[in-house]
Every structure is written in C-alpha cells, then in structure tokens.
C-alpha cells in the first residue's frame, strides 16, 4: 500500500466517524433525566412555601429570656448596614406613631453593660434572634416543655 493510499483510506474513516458520531449524541439526549430520576421538564418538585401568617397580636413567650417572635410579616424587610425596616416602626421615637411594641432598654446595652444612645450593634440584625413564624411542619419532634416559673 501507498503511502497516499493509506492517507485516503484515513480520511474516508474520518469522515464516517464525523457523520456517525452527532448521530449517536443526538440518540442519548432523549434519555437525559435528572438526579432526582424526574424528567427534566417534568412538574417541579418544590414544596409549597408555607405561609407566614400577617398581623397577630403579641405571641405568648415560652421561657423568659425568650425574644418574643414576630407576630407579623418580614418579607422584603430590608436589615442593611446604613438602613433598618424594622427600627422604622419599633424605634422609640416611632413606636408610639405606628402601634409596634418598643425595643427593648437591653437593646441599648454594649457587652460591657454600658448604656448606649442608639441601639447597640450586638442588636442591630434584629432577626439574628427575633423570628417570623409560618404554619410549617415541624421537620424533627422535641420534648419541649414551657417554662412553669413564668408568670
Ligand atoms: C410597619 C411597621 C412594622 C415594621 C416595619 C416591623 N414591625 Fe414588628 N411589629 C409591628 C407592630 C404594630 C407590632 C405589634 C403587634 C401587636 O402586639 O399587636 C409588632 C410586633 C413585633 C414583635 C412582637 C413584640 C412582642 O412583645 O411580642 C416583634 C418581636 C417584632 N415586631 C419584630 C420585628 C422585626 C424583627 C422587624 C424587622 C424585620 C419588624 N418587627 C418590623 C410593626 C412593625
Ligand atoms: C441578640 C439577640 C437580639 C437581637 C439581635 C435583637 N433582639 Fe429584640 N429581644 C431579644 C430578647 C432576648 C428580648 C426579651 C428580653 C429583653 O427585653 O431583652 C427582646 C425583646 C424585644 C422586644 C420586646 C420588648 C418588650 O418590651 O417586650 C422587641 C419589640 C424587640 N426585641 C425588637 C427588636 C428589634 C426591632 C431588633 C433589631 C433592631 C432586635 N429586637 C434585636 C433579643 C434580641
């Protein structure tokens, strides 16, 4: 065989190769499924959101040291360095307009126990320990008991 030869007969595979090859792709895409063994396009599987119930009264507290819960809706409530949503309402210079409990005078604190002016950034991201809460099902159960010193 010819060097020439055998060049042509390595260009006639590359060819086939090149024809046959999208051919065989374009077969396995049909059976793509997701990691979850779902169609792909198939219905989402995300749970509902559970709903955050709007504008209760105060909630009863269960020890306390407790911060109380939020009785209310947060959605889209901005906590930022330069701005707070929530000290729009409980601030005290505007609780007493807009009906919102004050924060509380431990809010004013530094960890020293010096009282401060305005609020103190250890209580700043005000929902670092005061939460929202929604009719969700618990994920794990607790033995939980209310704390029968309170009052
Ligand atoms: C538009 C005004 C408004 C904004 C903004 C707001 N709140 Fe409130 N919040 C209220 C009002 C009014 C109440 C009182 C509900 C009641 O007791 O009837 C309340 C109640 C609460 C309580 C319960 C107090 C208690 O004694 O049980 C907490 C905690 C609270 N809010 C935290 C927050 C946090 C945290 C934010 C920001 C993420 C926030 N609120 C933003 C109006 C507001
Ligand atoms: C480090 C945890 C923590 C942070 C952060 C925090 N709180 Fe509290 N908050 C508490 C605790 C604990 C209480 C209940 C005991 C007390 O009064 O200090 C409380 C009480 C309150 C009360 C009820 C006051 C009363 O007179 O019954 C309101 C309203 C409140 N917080 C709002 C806020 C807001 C608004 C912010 C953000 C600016 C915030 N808190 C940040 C822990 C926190």
């Known amino acids: ?10 260009l006639a595979l590359a060819a086939t190769l090149a024809f046959a090859l999208p051919i ?3 077969d396995t895409q049909v059976a793509v499924r997701s990691l979850r063994g779902t169609d792909v396009i198939g219905p989402s599987l995300e ?4 709903k955050v119930p709007n504008d209760r ?8 040291q407790q911060p109380p819960l939020i009785p209310h809706d947060i ?5 930022t360095k330069n701005f707070n949503k929530c000290l729009d309402c409980h601030s005290w210079s505007r609780a007493q ?7 509380s005078v431990t809010h004013f604190r530094d960890r020293d126990g010096h009282e401060l002016a305005g609020v103190s950034t250890r209580r700043y991201f005000c929902v670092q320990c005061h ?3 929604t009719d969700a099902r618990p994920l794990v159960g607790n033995t939980f008991q209310k704390s ?4």
């Not at 009264?57 to 306390?64: C, S």
């Open 24 to 26: 065989q792709a374009a």
């Open 75 to 79: 959605r889209n409530y901005q906590i």
């Open 131 to 133: 939460v929202a809460q």
């Open 148 to 151: 029968t010193g309170l009052q």
């Open 57 to 64: 009264g105060a909630l009863p507290r269960d020890f306390v």
């Open 1 to 10: 065989m010819t060097i020439r030869k055998v060049a042509s007969l390595c």
């Open 47 to 50: 749970p509902d959101v559970p």
């Open 97 to 103: 307009e807009t009906g919102a409990t004050k924060i």
